[in-house]
């Protein structure tokens, strides 16, 4: 598994939290494309729109089980196609970016606003593209003995 891009994913979306929790406050919004795209600090306190909202110690947990099973299917892991495999990647660095969050501030900061979905951060884009590259693999990619 390219370990590398989950490190670089949770590096750049730790860096990229870290610069907007100095240089913006809770709640403030600066236009790049006015009503279409601005960086707005969200303090999210549960997942992708909102659910499961101050439910820390629960998204604690599985992010940990998503990072310990991450190491025990490793071997697993490796022995698939590429696409498998930096899908898996992005998965565990997004799922550790996250986790770091909940583990340091109770809620996860998020930043990406397109004004028509819920804000997100690098951690989400990486676990979206990461689950649909295992997806796509699993289906498309990964050759299936069938049993005669």
Known sequence: MPILLSVCTVFLDQLIKMI???????GMSI????????ITFVLNPGAAFGIL????????VMGIA??????VLYP???????????????LLGGAF???I?????GHVIDFFDFRV????????????????????AILFKMHHVENS
């Not at 998503?66 to 190491?71: D, F, H, K, N, R």
């Open 20 to 26: 907007v929790q100095v240089e913006m406050s809770p």
């Open 31 to 38: 236009p790049v494309i006015q009503d279409v795209f601005h």
């Open 53 to 60: 909202a101050h439910q820390r110690l629960f998204f604690i």
């Open 66 to 71: 998503i990072l310990l099973l991450g190491g």
């Open 76 to 90: 697993y892991i490796c022995r698939q196609c590429l696409l498998f495999r930096y899908g898996a990647a992005l």
């Open 97 to 99: 970016g996250n986790l």
């Open 101 to 105: 969050d909940r583990i340091r501030f």
């Open 117 to 136: 979905w819920p804000v997100f951060n690098i951690a989400d884009i990486a676990i979206v593209i990461g689950v649909c590259s295992i997806i796509y």
